[in-house]
């Protein structure tokens, strides 16, 4: 298995950019795809962006398309979500997760979740 912890949430001016870290330890981390997902207060979680095991594929929501990019640096375990454009609909809890699967909703580890507000 896995383990996942997330950093570099915050507060951030609408417009601005931050960008999450997500640090894994455990088994190989090129053996899992990667994905971000967040949760508004009062609202389900929704998925954000997933990138495959070596990067090579990417899917993103509509929402965050063109302003939000998934990475990943194997040699590091870590993966990234750049974040730019930001607007306040984009305040949430993010998380990162992996499943061993591409194309699934299902992922089997999850992060603990790092806050990401964005004020007007």
């Known amino acids: 298995q896995v383990q996942l912890v997330e950093s570099g949430g915050g507060l951030v001016q609408a417009g601005g950019s931050l960008r999450l870290s997500c640090a894994a330890s455990?088994?190989?981390?090129?053996?899992?795809?990667m994905g971000w997902f967040r949760q508004a207060p009062g609202k389900e979680r929704e998925f954000v962006a997933a990138?495959?095991?070596?990067?090579?594929?990417?899917s993103y929501a509509d929402s965050v398309k063109g302003r939000f990019t998934i990475s990943r640096d194997n040699a590091e375990n870590t993966g990234y979500l750049q974040m730019n454009s930001l607007k306040p609909e984009d305040t949430a809890v993010y998380y990162c997760?992996?499943?061993?699967?591409?194309?699934?909703?299902?992922?089997?580890?999850w992060g603990q979740g790092t806050q990401v507000t964005v004020s007007s």
């Open positions: 990138t495959s095991w070596t990067g090579g594929r990417t």
């Open positions: 455990g088994r190989t981390f090129n053996s899992y795809v």
């Open positions: 997760a992996a499943t061993t699967g591409w194309g699934t909703q299902k992922y089997d580890y």
